[in-house]
């Protein structure tokens, strides 16, 4: 029977204290990770506080991490739950202790948490490159299922329309109408929690449309840089729900005023190849591809696409 490590300590829940270990652990495994593929020339950056920050405090109970008899960090894993929705990411294991067990025991911790939340949904994210990994995660019960595919789209300086934003509104009737749709369009989803994070750090906005007054669709964003030092220059969608094409086009060109009116260079949107319309309509509207990822799901625990035209896109990254 397999065991873990006798000097692994955990999980303990990680704090805003932790960031700096963290932060180094991130980038001294992903760059490894990196190397490992052939990629040696990238060095990964440290990420901002700030998103850090909305990590941890998004995953709170979730938020694990194991030391070693020293103390030091080996491992972490940010586990996530919004709804029935439940995801793991970033994880990360210190280079010089991967291959003994460590990692398989940091992802079943994370699996068994949000089995025991009551998590529909369970899943992570990974590089399709990355050979290894999907054959660790393999191992540990997870199958490959779609990718999601990172779009992005210059932000075109033109005059800027006026769009619905949650943080304009009143904004405890305005949450409720998310919601509300969510669940309309994808029964158990729901992102509130994840929206109301997002105002109070002040890390992003929610960009609503509307069809004869009724709400037909939202998008999350952030537009906190991700690595540390660099600048505000991106509007990153992390959640969006629309009722249906054509409130998914509405939504693209109001993210596309609010990047521009918060003076940001691009509109970012993670999208899921199982939304096979979604990811024409963002080709057709001028997005390009810059990244992918390959969504890997428990198969008791499998994602369930919206009945009808409904389209659902959530980030399973921070």
């Known amino acids: 029977m397999w065991r873990p490590e006798r000097s692994l300590h955990g999980p303990d829940r990680a704090t805003v204290r932790d960031i ?9 495994a992903f760059t490894d990770r990196y190397a490992r593929d052939g990629l040696t020339g990238v060095r990964v950056p440290p990420l901002s506080t700030a998103v850090w920050r909305y990590a941890i405090e998004d995953a709170g109970e979730g938020a694990m991490l194991w030391r070693d ?16 929705e439940g995801w793991m990411g970033p994880i ?28 529909a949904v369970i899943g992570l994210e990974t590089m399709p490159r990355t050979v290894d990994n999907i054959g660790f995660y393999s191992r540990l019960g997870l199958v490959p ?24 509104g009143s904004t405890g009737p305005l ?5 509300t749709l969510a669940r309309r369009v994808a029964p158990g989803t729901d992102f509130t929690a994840q929206v109301l994070l997002t105002l109070e750090l002040a ?24 690595a540390a030092g660099r600048p505000r220059d991106e509007l990153r969608v992390l959640k969006l729900v629309a009722r249906d094409l054509r409130a998914l086009e509405a939504l693209v060109e109001g993210l596309q005023a609010d990047a ?14 199982a939304h096979t319309g979604a990811y024409l309509l963002l080709v057709a509207r001028g997005f390009r591809v810059h990244w992918t990822d390959l969504r890997m799901t428990l198969p008791t625990h499998a994602e369930v696409a919206p009945a009808g035209e409904g389209v659902v896109l959530s980030n399973w990254e921070i």
């Open 20 to 28: 700096e270990p963290l932060n180094r652990l991130f980038t001294e």
């Open 69 to 84: 008899a020293d103390g030091m960090l080996v491992a972490f894993n940010m586990v996530h739950r919004s709804g029935h």
């Open 92 to 119: 990360a294991v210190r280079p010089d202790r991967q291959g003994g067990g460590v990692g398989r025991a940091a992802v079943q911790a994370g699996i068994d948490w949000l089995r025991a939340q009551g998590a």
């Open 145 to 168: 299922a779609h990718l999601t595919v990172t779009m992005v789209r210059d932000a075109v300086r033109q005059p800027v329309r006026e769009t619905e934003r949650l943080s304009r």
């Open 175 to 179: 949450v409720k109408e998310c919601a």
């Open 203 to 226: 890390a992003g906005d929610v960009t609503l449309v509307r069809e004869g007054g009724e709400l037909s669709g939202f998008a999350l964003w952030h537009s906190l840089p991700l």
């Open 260 to 273: 521009v009116g918060e003076r940001l260079r691009r509109v970012a949107i993670r999208c899921q190849t």
